[in-house]
């Protein structure tokens, strides 16, 4: 190569000399196409400060065998004249990854768990809850006292009502709950509500029609 040919001159018969394509030399190199192009053409305007057009340039010549110093020389002798600062960073390089910050780290970790918790979750958030209530019949009569005790079962996670009135549901998921009677029909809506899913409602009735002997202070009450 003569010293004295221009810095695009140089570039372009290395190019030729060796059978490279731009397209091929950024895949083999990871150096954005776009600045391949501008050393190509001879334009500076784009390109990045002298210290990591260097770096380019050896990445180039170990690929190819060329000279670095007479490149160097002739990319210096047209008056390129950048420098590197502290405000200056390192072209975007396609191959590599995006640091995270700190901060993002986490978000993406807190993230990761709430997804994770969420599929192990999900039939105790989203799905179809349980709910028995313990009733022989759709509707019974009663006579002797004027309450009623409904029992069952439900899912410990979800939200137990008794015509709209929330009722505790025990550690091994069952539950009761002493309702009173008023003369004639009592209709009783008992409903089990998933927290982002369904609700499962059972209604029942109990006629209440007490009698002229009937004990007002009896202790025991019936069992739905």
């Not at 990045?48 to 990319?75: C, F, H």
């Amino acid at each position: 190569m003569n010293t004295e040919k221009d810095f695009k001159t140089l570039f372009n018969e290395l190019l030729h000399n060796y059978g490279l394509g731009l397209s091929k030399l950024a895949d083999a190199t990871a150096i954005p196409e776009r600045f391949l192009e501008a050393m190509r053409a001879g334009n500076d305007s784009i390109l990045p400060p002298d210290p990591y057009v260097r770096g380019y340039l050896v990445k180039i010549i170990a690929l190819t065998g060329g000279n670095i110093e007479e490149l160097m020389s002739a990319y210096k002798r047209e008056n390129f004249k950048k420098t590197s600062g502290a405000s200056d960073r390192l072209p975007f390089n396609r191959f590599s990854l995006m640091k995270l910050s700190k901060g993002r780290v986490a978000l993406v970790f807190i993230i990761l768990l709430i997804i994770v918790y969420g599929i192990i979750r999900r039939d105790t958030i989203i799905g179809n809850p349980k709910l028995v209530v313990h009733l022989p019949k759709e509707t019974q009569t009663y006579t002797s006292i004027n309450t009623v005790l409904i029992t069952g079962e439900v899912n410990t996670s979800d939200k137990l009502t008794i015509n709209g009135e929330n009722v505790i549901i025990q550690s091994d998921g069952t539950f009761s709950s002493t309702w009173p009677l008023t003369n004639g029909l009592n209709n009783i809506e008992i409903k089990a509500k998933r927290f982002l899913g369904k609700e499962v409602i059972e209604n029942k009735s109990v006629i209440y029609t007490p009698t002229e002997n009937n004990n007002i202070f009896n202790s025991s009450s019936t069992v739905l």
